[in-house]
């Protein structure tokens, strides 16, 4: 297999279905993509009908394109994250590991055009973070919820904004932003640095006002993204946690009993937002993110400094601050079910609490005129006339 073929296999995939967010190379199957979060086969000509390990393996080669790195990461630790692009328009981010003695390829397409938050409709939350001078703001979900999505409308805010320097730490970069007000600078892991630690450690060095790490993987990048934020810089980042709670929770466990109560001052000082993702089908196709938010208040830093109680949770707090532009997953969910754009099943699937949003929605279809019950032929029994009474 020759580069223009694996191309050409490239080319095919992303033309065979729509809103196509997955490639997928893998012995003993078709090749794939997953569209609206299912895979689906692909048909090329000449017919792939099973990928031979052959195949799969000369797919990765050529997607590494020799690069000694990658190649000494797939063989050492058994997998390499690389970048590559099919032409201007089309970039991917890379994951190729073994499995079973033989080489997969996952290829997850990037969006080329930067994201806004009046594009994307994104909440008045995230205006409010590009005007943050410094601190920390984190971003949670799972992989592929969207994360990077919405750090780079808020960065791209910033970048219109204000003239200030701005430096990433990606892995691999996926938004290419352009020099607008600010000045940008993306670096890339393995390329332009080695861990998150310690681009991070060089970026204080760079007098950025702004940094994005890819990710906190691990107390070293926490301790300095903590340094950074409490030195006045403005700090993005991404946690692999399913909500608010469970963030803050993430992080203490980083650290040992003892040090705790040091650290929970510290976030209490420089925690500034956390929002959390998770991304559901959309009625009419496609999927749509669910938000919680939550913003630094009194009540927060009381629960960061002195952890949650039965009565005093994250969840409580951000449920009551719609003032502050706060939410929970629940309330969303029933935001985007009144306006038609989640079914009822989906938001009730993607609920942290089920009971609340089966509430919500029947108030919702009771305001609607609909039934709130599949029950049907209820009836009072007769009571059967006694013959011998009169």
């Known amino acids: 297999m020759t580069q223009q073929e694996i191309n050409y296999w490239i080319a095919a995939m992303l033309q065979k279905h ?5 490639l997928n190379i893998t012995v003993g199957k078709t090749l794939q993509v997953e569209s609206d979060g299912v895979l689906v086969p692909v048909d090329v000509s000449p017919p792939v009908t099973e990928l031979t390990p052959f195949q799969a393996e000369v797919f990765a080669l050529n997607l590494i394109g020799g690069n000694r790195r990658l190649l000494r990461d797939l063989i050492t630790k058994g997998s390499c994250d690389l970048s590559y692009s099919l032409d201007d328009k089309h970039r991917f981010r890379v994951n190729i590991f073994s499995q079973k003695g033989h080489y997969a390829s996952v290829l997850r397409k990037l969006e080329t055009e930067i994201p806004s938050i009046q594009g994307y409709h994104f909440p008045n939350a995230f205006t409010k973070m590009a005007r943050e001078l410094n601190g920390l703001i ?13 750090m780079a409308a ?12 701005i430096v990433t730490l990606e892995d691999p970069i996926e938004y290419i932003h352009p020099h607008k007000k600010a000045t940008f600078n993306q670096r890339e892991m393995g390329d332009d640095f080695d861990t998150f630690a310690n681009g991070l450690r060089a970026a204080l060095r760079q007098a950025p006002k702004v940094i994005l790490v890819g990710e906190i993987r691990d107390r070293e990048t926490l301790e300095i993204a903590l340094t950074a934020a409490e030195t006045g810089h403005l700090v993005f980042s991404t946690l692999h946690t399913i909500d608010t709670g469970q963030t803050v929770n993430r992080i203490l466990g980083m650290f040992e009993q003892d040090e705790q109560p040091q650290i929970r001052n510290r976030l209490a000082d420089t925690i500034r937002w956390i929002v959390s993702q998770r991304l559901l089908p959309r009625v009419s196709g496609g999927r749509i993110a669910a938000l919680e938010i939550l913003c630094t208040s009194l009540r927060v830093r009381d629960l960061i400094l002195n952890g949650e109680t039965e009565e005093k949770t994250f969840y409580n707090v951000a449920q009551a601050g719609s003032a502050r532009d706060m939410r929970t997953f629940d309330q969303h969910l029933l935001e985007l079910y009144e306006a038609g754009l989640i079914s009822d099943e989906s938001a009730i699937t993607y609920a942290s609490h089920r009971s609340e949003i089966k509430r919500g929605i029947d108030t919702i279809k ?16 007769q009571q059967e006339k006694d013959p011998y009474r009169r």
């Open 18 to 22: 729509e809103r196509v967010s997955d």
């Open 138 to 150: 984190l971003f949670t979900g799972a992989t592929g919820t969207g994360k990077t999505t919405s």
């Open 154 to 165: 808020i960065l791209n805010k910033i970048n219109e904004d204000r003239p200030v320097h």
């Open 366 to 381: 009771a305001s609607r005129g609909e039934r709130t019950s599949s029950i049907d032929g209820l009836r009072m029994e």
